[in-house]
């Protein structure tokens, strides 16, 4: 069955399949739930559709997105592949929102099907994923592009400067009820190991013989969303080895808990590397990304840290905060006339 759900207007998100905690993922399922919980009310359903993925469901995060089982049709295209979606979606009730790694692929389909949709670049650094040609006609005809940061949008604008593109802003938001400052801190240095394993492994490489011997680093590593947050939360110092993304999340969740951050933007995060909580290295620097480490311990070693940076973990929270998404997610929805 092509249409699961008889509401007057559908908001679709194709997501990709991921068993690993990726956080592009959480972030289209929260959006997609934000919009079935406060605008459903206006005749709008809201749902996630991982292709050809059965009943599928991400598990590492809990959620109320509504997720719906949609098988595609096959189509030769250089090989023979399951994303014919020429059947699947009615051109009066719905609008798709597609991943940019995913434009090429279905971008071009839904245009010539007449069917509204949405390209929403997360990393702007994946939006070349494809043929230049696929990709130009896939953004000239989405109704809106949908970027996760300013860095994203300037991918796009870079990427195609004479298109005449409907670009949107769209802040995500952090649970503050999860990710928040805590008292109960360990003198704790976290990191994600499946970013840059080379850099983050060199780089605790030069750390070893120097490191304090009150001072231990754990990996963040096959976690749910909840021991995340707890050990974020007792932590001290979180290592970043972000690249070329969006709007990475870890680091910003972990500035949020109450972390000094050491390391790599992502080329996305400079826009909440805030001075003081956030400290940039120049990506490849591994023998000063260790020695910045070294010295926020000792800093805090001394007792010369402002801990809290109450202010500054506020402001984050504010531009991240769920009414700044909400806000952005109207103003979209209203561009594509489904409120």
């Not at 983050?200 to 750390?207: A, I, P, R």
């Not at 749910?224 to 969006?246: D, H, P, T």
């Not at 709007?247 to 969740?253: F, G, M």
Request: a positive charge; charged letters at 20%.
């Amino acid at each position: 069955m092509n249409h699961l759900i008889n509401h007057s207007k559908k908001l679709i998100w194709l997501c990709p399949k991921s068993k690993k905690a990726i956080g592009g993922v959480k972030i289209i399922y929260r959006q997609a739930s934000l919009v079935q919980n406060h605008f459903s009310k206006q005749g709008l359903q809201s749902y996630v559709v991982h292709p050809n993925s059965g009943n599928y469901r991400v598990s590492w995060f809990d959620s109320d997105t509504i997720v719906m089982p949609i098988k595609f049709g096959f189509r030769w295209n250089g090989k023979l592949s399951r994303s014919n979606i020429s059947k699947i979606f009615n051109q009066s009730s719905d609008v798709v929102v597609i991943p940019e790694m995913w434009a090429s692929k279905y971008g071009p389909q839904l245009r010539k099907n007449r069917i509204p949709y949405v390209i929403y670049v997360q990393n702007g650094y994946q939006i070349n994923t494809g043929s230049l040609d696929d990709l130009r006609y896939s953004y000239e005809g989405a109704s809106v592009v949908m970027v996760i940061s300013e860095d994203a949008k300037r991918c796009v604008n870079t990427a195609f400067p004479d298109l005449e593109i409907n670009i949107k802003r769209i802040h995500y938001s952090i649970d503050d009820a999860l990710f928040k400052n805590s008292s109960k801190k360990e003198n704790l240095i976290t990191y994600m190991p499946r970013k840059l394993s080379n850099h983050s492994e060199l780089v605790l490489f030069f750390l070893q013989a120097r490191l304090p011997a009150n001072w231990r680093i754990e990996k963040i590593e096959n976690m749910s969303e909840m021991q995340v947050a707890s050990l974020l939360k007792r932590s001290r110092i979180f290592m970043s080895f972000s690249n070329f993304e969006g709007c990475p999340l870890p680091p910003l969740e972990a500035g949020l808990t109450g972390n000094f951050i050491v390391g790599y933007t992502g080329q996305g995060g400079r826009e909440y590397w805030i001075d003081d909580i956030y400290h940039a290295i120049e990506e490849g620097d591994v023998i000063g990304f260790a020695n910045k480490v070294l010295e926020n311990i000792s800093i805090i070693d001394n007792g010369l840290s402002k801990e809290n940076h109450k202010l500054k973990i506020q402001k984050l929270m504010n531009t991240y905060s769920k009414n700044a998404e909400l806000n952005d997610i109207q103003e979209i929805l209203s561009c594509l006339e489904l409120i």
